[in-house]
């Protein structure tokens, strides 16, 4: 009985050394960038994806879509979405968790991918730099040459036109307070992503999104592409006109937890932030208070002890 005991005591010993010889006990969560509309994941995106990779520790990527800058306007969020979707599932390195900082549009793919994803890893933290959450009411500006000219000069002819829907991707998140009608009937990406139709409701986006650790909204108080720039916090027009603005806490989407946002901040998860900075202008010292805590958490794991028994020590 005392040599199985023995013998017993050694093996745990053993396995105890393999385990913590080659398994590390924490890694840092790595993260993932979505850059905004009339851009790419290089040049100054890149910069900055090593800028907060260096300023946290944690491995980042940009994770492109399509061309980058072209399909950032013509290629519509439902797409964008899907394609990030199939991404991230196939990077093995996000496999058990990952956080998310999204700029601008790259915020609506972002969430998108959080709520419509199925069989996707989990996203931990998510910071969003100026998104235009609850939508815009203007179209945004265009300084990208022809192309994106000519897609402004679309949007404005018929926003709310399937074609314009199925191929110019602001279109997607375009909200003309006192069009609220055709909104809920013809725009085909924001809608659904804040759970807004009456008939569609969706448990499982609220859930989704709701399942976030940390959700940080930067708004930038000179913006001036978002309008009104507190769509940035999810705060809105409210419905037919542009005279009265709700903070987040006084619109529907929040009352009624359409999609999980009033439950977040009841348990003390979403961090409503500003700085002074025009649209996405936000110097590196804001980056370090605002963005960078939230990438810099390990991810702890735990193992699980078992009592290894000596079947026949009884026996003999």
């Not at 759970?195 to 909204?217: I, Q, W, Y």
């Not at 027009?237 to 439950?263: H, N, R, V």
Request: glycine share 6%; hydrophobic share 40%; with cysteine.
């Amino acid at each position: 009985m005392e040599k199985c005991s023995r013998r017993s005591v050694l093996l745990h010993m053993v396995i105890a050394a393999v385990l913590f010889s080659f398994v590390p006990v924490s890694t840092s969560i790595p993260f993932i960038l979505f850059h905004g509309i009339g851009d790419k994941c290089s040049g100054g995106v890149s910069n900055f994806t090593q800028l907060l990779s260096n300023l946290s520790g944690s491995p980042g990527s940009c994770l492109e879509i399509g061309n980058g800058e072209n399909d950032s306007w013509f290629m519509p969020l439902t797409k964008q979405t899907s394609l990030a979707c199939e991404k991230v599932k196939q990077m093995k390195e996000l496999s058990q968790g990952y956080n998310i900082v999204a700029e601008s549009q790259g915020n609506l793919v972002a969430r998108g991918l959080i709520e419509f994803c199925d069989n996707a890893p989990p996203v931990i933290n998510y910071v969003s730099l100026g998104g235009p959450h609850a939508g815009i009411a203007a179209i945004p500006k265009c300084t990208s040459g022809p192309l994106c000219a000519i897609a402004e000069a679309l949007l404005k002819s018929a926003i709310y036109n399937d074609f314009i829907q199925d191929h110019l991707a602001p279109s997607g998140f375009v909200k003309i307070p006192s069009q609220i009608s055709k909104y809920l009937a013809h725009s085909k990406y924001l809608p659904k992503l804040n759970n807004e139709r009456p008939d569609e409701k969706n448990s499982t986006f609220n859930d989704r999104f709701a399942s976030l650790h940390n959700l940080v909204l930067v708004m930038f108080q000179n913006d001036t592409t978002l309008i009104p720039k507190e769509t940035a916090w999810f705060g809105y027009y409210q419905d037919g006109g542009f005279d009265t603005l709700l903070s987040p806490q006084q619109t529907k989407l929040y009352k009624e937890d359409w999609i999980g946002l009033k439950a977040l901040d009841v348990a003390g998860k979403v961090k409503f932030e500003s700085v002074l900075g025009d649209h996405l202008v936000i110097s590196d010292e804001e980056v370090e208070e605002y963005v960078v805590p939230y990438l810099m958490q390990n991810e702890d794991f735990e193992f699980l002890s078992h009592n290894l028994t000596c079947d026949y020590c009884d026996s003999n």
